[in-house]
């Protein structure tokens, strides 16, 4: 009888590894995002014009998984790279790491996600001396998990000074990304640039009422620039937020933070209508997404002729740069860069 036992016990315990195995994510939402946010893991690319770049990532690779993944590049805004960590920490982005969203990966059923962190302890906000390192970070991470990694399905999005960055990583390597989302970037391209990614799929978000980077001067004329160029303007989407809000329809504390409506996939709590947010494709149609065909679904769809060639030093990002600014709107956009650079002062010391 006790070797029976023994015999039903390994029995179980081998089923039990085949259903649930080593490094499979089996965190639900529900189970809320901070114990997400642990599924990402330190890692730090080699240096390249005189730094590294470090990063959180989150890896959907099961025990003996030959599956290939696709890839997203997270770029964080001012002062949530301060610290090591702190670009998941202070981002919902972990979302995308839940069973939920993971399964919207299509066809794979999961994607990688690399949280890059800009050198803010010297004083850098993903400035262009920091473009040549990710690239370096990205090719580095791809040749260390190559034989899971789809490289015609490499995505790069990332807000406010991360949106910045995704445009210039967009255009500086145009060969690499598949499709990208700037979310309320805090840089106009020039039309030199913009040639640059006129066959990429681009999804821009932004507030009407955005306090630091402003959508009438900055972020729609760039959108209607770079849609008059587009040779894929029906692939292209702008989402417009009149008020920011959390996926459970409660303020954000500026309207600023449109990103928090790419880090639930753009839908509500209730897997509805995100709260005031309207999307229009490049051909000015209206696009009404039905559940649970959102951010994730949209950047499924879109895959690159990308053959794994590592970077040449800053890409196209040589070009000229004249048009980098952040539009700033009255006082309380002043007064949220004036509170940013006295953090910033304080972290220096």
């Known amino acids: ?16 590894v085949a259903v649930f195995p080593a490094g499979a994510s089996a965190l639900s939402i529900d189970d809320g995002i901070e114990p997400i946010k642990e599924q990402f893991v330190f890692g730090e690319g080699p240096v390249a014009g005189g730094y590294s770049i470090d990063y959180r990532y989150f890896s959907p690779v099961k025990e003996k998984d ?37 399964a919207r990966f299509e066809p794979a059923g999961g994607a990688f996600i690399l949280a890059a962190r800009s050198r803010e302890e010297n004083g ?19 040749e260390k998990n190559k034989a899971n990694i789809d490289l015609s399905r490499i995505y790069v999005g990332g807000y406010s000074m991360g949106g910045k960055m995704t445009y210039k990583m967009a255009t500086a390597y ?41 959508y009438y001067l900055g972020v729609s004329p760039t959108w209607d620039r770079l849609v008059e160029i587009s040779n894929v303007p029906e692939e292209c989407r702008f989402s417009t937020l009149t008020k920011v809000c959390y996926e459970d329809g409660s303020a954000t504390s500026s309207s600023h933070h449109a990103w ?18 309207t999307t229009v494709n490049g051909l000015g149609e209206n696009v009404k ?17 990308y053959d794994g060639a590592k970077g040449e030093g ?17 006082f309380f956009g002043i007064f949220e860069l004036l509170y940013n650079a006295v953090l910033k002062l304080l972290r220096i010391k």
Request: one cysteine or more; aromatic letters at 12%; a negative charge.
């Open 1 to 16: 009888m006790k070797n029976l036992k023994k015999i039903i016990a390994i029995l179980l315990a081998i089923s039990l």
């Open 66 to 102: 030959t599956t290939k993944y696709p890839l997203v590049i997270w770029l964080h805004g001012m002062g949530d790279g301060a610290e090591e960590g702190r670009q998941v920490a202070k981002s919902n982005i972990a979302y995308w790491a839940s069973d939920e969203f993971q």
């Open 124 to 142: 850098m906000f993903w400035d262009n001396a920091l473009i040549e390192p990710l690239r370096a970070a990205i090719d580095d991470f791809i």
């Open 174 to 214: 145009p060969e690499l990304f598949a499709a990208a989302f700037p979310i309320c970037p805090a840089w106009a391209p020039s039309d030199e640039m913009l040639e640059k990614i006129k066959d990429m799929p681009i999804w821009l978000t932004s507030s009407r009422r955005d306090p630091l980077v402003n």
């Open 260 to 277: 928090f409506a790419i880090n639930h996939d753009m839908f509500s709590a209730e897997n509805s209508d995100y709260p005031y947010m």
């Open 289 to 305: 997404l039905e559940f649970p065909n959102g951010m994730i679904s949209w950047l499924s769809s879109h895959t690159s002729d």
């Open 314 to 330: 800053s890409g196209n990002a040589s070009l000229d740069d004249s048009t980098s600014m952040i539009y700033v709107d009255g």
